[in-house]
């Protein structure tokens, strides 16, 4: 009989752990999932870990970890969403690491987002030809890709990050682009899963006379993540073809919202400098919505895919997402078969519970 695993998943980034903690549930195992709801997006989770505004938030915060650390002992896995999984100063979070060490039976990293691995890896050696800090051997001078650079490397963070990938049992790659940083690097632990989605048998939304376009936009991060220059190529889509067009853009919406705005769209622009769909793009693609953004054939290759092309894949140029969109105006009858091998991709490779199957071969391998 398979033993009935208890996991505590601190941390939370883009509803990776709130899904996973479903499915893991739905297959038998006891979870707690401990985050502050990946911030203003207000994921669920069991334990509220927000850190409050004001210069007592990281002290108020820190105390109360402190009191609910008993709570995080006896796992037979714990799961990190990321090095800085706490709202807390790395010197504060190694200490914190472990105690969870010390008192649970494994630690996995997970490489779901921001760390030194991904910084370093595309600064340095650049083995993208584009990414959050890089385009070909140039480097991004983007306020924002500038700041990460400073924040990771040769700091506090980066000792966290590199104490934390040596000494966890295992290492989980959630996008091709991270895989890349952290394979090469540790090749016995490192494990690629995708990320989980919900999937549901629910139909994508008739065509009608004008394509709708949803963006999402979070104005802080625009020029970092290329929406800036998603939002120009659609904005001139719109204003060439009105007749044929309708915009949805959701800006620092909560996820519940966001999800609501982006119901019954035909496409949706994501990520203009990703080799994979994230999971907001992942999210739209359950439903049917055709996704324009990271499509890149290397990611097909590590999922297995040789079937299936259903994102409509573009350069980080405007011009690029422009034709893009102008192809998609003009030949809006190429779009349901796109729509249907967006959610077959989803079944195939992202169904949350077949996600949870992979995490638990993982998980009774780490014995």
Not at 153 to 181: F, P, S
Not at 285 to 312: C, D, F, Q, T
Request: net charge neutral; glycine share 6%.
């Amino acid at each position: 009989m398979t033993k009935r695993l208890r996991i505590l998943l601190l941390g939370e980034y883009s509803n990776v752990h709130a899904t996973l903690a479903s499915a893991l549930r739905e297959r038998g195992c006891e979870v707690c999932l401990v985050s502050n709801g990946d911030f203003w997006k207000n994921y669920p989770r069991d334990i509220d870990v927000s850190r409050k505004e004001g210069l007592l938030g990281g002290v108020r915060l820190y105390a109360r970890i402190l009191s609910l650390l008993p709570k995080f002992r006896g796992y037979d896995v714990v799961q990190l969403i990321n090095p800085m999984f706490f709202e807390l100063r790395a010197e504060r979070l190694l200490p914190l690491y472990k105690y969870l060490r010390r008192n649970n039976r494994h630690i996995v990293l997970g490489a779901f987002g921001m760390d030194y691995y991904w910084v370093s890896q595309c600064t340095e050696r650049k083995h993208l030809k584009y990414s959050d800090f890089n385009i070909g051997n140039e480097l991004r001078t983007d306020r924002e890709a500038v700041a990460f650079r400073n924040d990771w490397i040769g700091t506090a963070k980066e000792r966290l990050n590199r104490y934390l990938a040596d000494d966890a049992d295992g290492i989980v790659t959630g996008l091709y682009e991270y895989h890349t940083c952290y394979q090469p690097l540790f090749p016995e632990k490192t494990t690629f899963i995708p990320y989980p989605i919900k999937t549901s048998n629910e139909q994508p939304r008739p065509m009608s006379e004008k394509v709708k376009i949803f963006i999402g936009i979070s104005r802080g991060r625009s020029a970092y993540k290329g929406t800036d220059i998603m939002e120009r190529a659609l904005d001139r889509i719109c204003a060439e073809y009105p007749d044929r067009t309708e915009i949805v853009k959701a800006e620092g919406v909560p996820f519940a919202e966001y999800k609501k705005m982006m119901e019954g769209s035909d496409v949706m622009l994501d990520q203009l400098y990703s080799y994979t769909p994230a999971m907001n793009a992942l999210l739209a693609m359950s439903k049917g919505i055709v996704v324009v953004g990271g499509g890149e054939e290397a990611h097909y290759k590590l999922l297995g895919e040789n079937e299936l092309r259903p994102i409509i894949n573009v350069e980080p140029t405007e011009e690029s997402v422009y034709e893009a969109l102008r192809q998609i105006v003009l030949h809006p009858s190429e779009l349901p078969t796109l729509k249907a091998q967006s959610m077959k991709y989803i079944h195939r490779h992202h169904d949350h519970l077949k996600v949870a199957e992979r995490y638990l071969t993982l998980y009774n391998q780490l014995d």
